[in-house]
């Protein structure tokens, strides 16, 4: 079983800057891809950033230009810097990562952490 646990959510206001930070833990023996996803009341879950295997990062385009997704393969930590927050930006982020978790099956398998609140106040 693999573990991911997000961290860094909090109350912000407009305008301001905040850090998520995850960390994947268990039977992990390669992280592929890392990713935030976010899911606002109302809303369906929606990918914010990702970042593959090879270096490659994709935003969405309501983050585009304001969050910047970066990782430490070392550590099997992904990051999220979030910049120049609006209210609408107010979500559970979440963070998930695609694990082979074991050599012995080139299998992969997707893992969810249990998600950080992110309010952003006008």
């Known amino acids: 079983q693999v573990q991911l646990v997000e961290s860094g959510g909090g109350l912000v206001q407009a305008g301001g800057s905040l850090r998520l930070s995850c960390a994947a833990s268990?039977?992990?023996?390669?992280?592929?891809?890392m990713g935030w996803y976010r899911q606002g009341p109302g809303n369906q879950r929606e990918l914010i950033a990702d970042?593959?295997?090879?270096?490659?990062?994709k935003y969405a385009d309501s983050v585009k230009g304001r969050f910047t997704i970066s990782r430490d393969n070392a550590k099997n930590m992904v990051y999220l810097q979030m910049n120049s927050l609006k209210p609408e930006d107010t979500a559970v982020y979440y963070c998930?990562?695609?694990?082979?978790?074991?050599?012995?099956?080139?299998?992969?398998?997707?893992?969810w952490g249990q998600g950080t609140q992110v309010t952003v106040s006008s």
């Open positions: 998930k990562a695609v694990v082979q978790t074991t050599k012995l099956r080139p299998n992969l398998y997707q893992f």
């Open positions: 268990g039977s992990i023996f390669s992280v592929n891809a």
């Open positions: 970042s593959t295997s090879g270096g490659s990062t």
